[in-house]
């Protein structure tokens, strides 16, 4: 990533851990909630509503942080470096997260479940993420010098982030839609 020069690579690695982070937190909550018999429906609202805010919030995240890197990027003029290993990691990213979408997307359709709903959306954004990310990666790998090639980079960086943020914003104001009956406490 750092040799790479790629401000596309390097807002995939931000994206890939901010989502690491939201998706322990919605299987944490997943399994808390279906595996604990004492959990009440308000508990079990609030835990979900949390799950959500976190997805949101990473994708929200994630697309702000990519917004920046994708500015900062523009004005750097370093050639690029080998970006093989990144094409790698972002096409068997999109494999797998594409899978996961559509898994998700028949569990939904099965039964509904907020948490289930909203992983659902994580994965179908971080699948077009991907492809976007694979896309000018090898444009990267074919045309490292070439001029439009940073165009390219810095334009894949921003429609990322874009999509990232508005997906991340409409699962926290989804999130919000759901009655509450206080904070989520502790314990």
């Not at 080998?82 to 997260?97: D, E, P, R, W, Y």
Request: proline residues 3%.
């Amino acid at each position: 990533m750092v040799i790479s020069g790629s401000s596309t690579q390097v807002a995939d690695f931000v994206r890939r851990t901010s989502e690491l982070v939201a998706l322990f937190v919605a299987w944490w909550t997943f399994r808390r909630v279906h595996r604990t018999a004492e959990i009440s429906a308000d508990q079990r609202q609030r835990l979900e509503r949390h799950a959500n805010r976190v997805a949101g919030g990473a994708m929200a995240l994630s697309g702000s942080a990519l917004l920046v890197i994708a500015v900062v990027r523009f004005s750097d003029r370093t050639p690029y470096g080998n970006v093989v290993m990144g094409l790698v990691i972002a096409s068997l990213g999109l494999l797998t997260n594409s899978w996961f979408w559509f898994r998700y997307r028949s569990l939904t359709r099965e039964r509904f479940n907020p948490i289930i709903s909203t992983q659902q959306r994580l994965y179908r954004a971080k699948s077009l993420v991907d492809l976007c990310v694979v896309v000018v990666l090898t444009a990267v790998a074919l045309a490292p010098v070439h001029p439009a090639t940073r165009v390219l980079d810095v334009g894949g960086s921003v429609v990322v982030a874009a999509y990232l943020l508005w997906s991340g914003l409409r699962t926290l104001a989804r999130s919000d839609r759901v009655p509450d009956s206080g904070p989520l406490r502790a314990g």
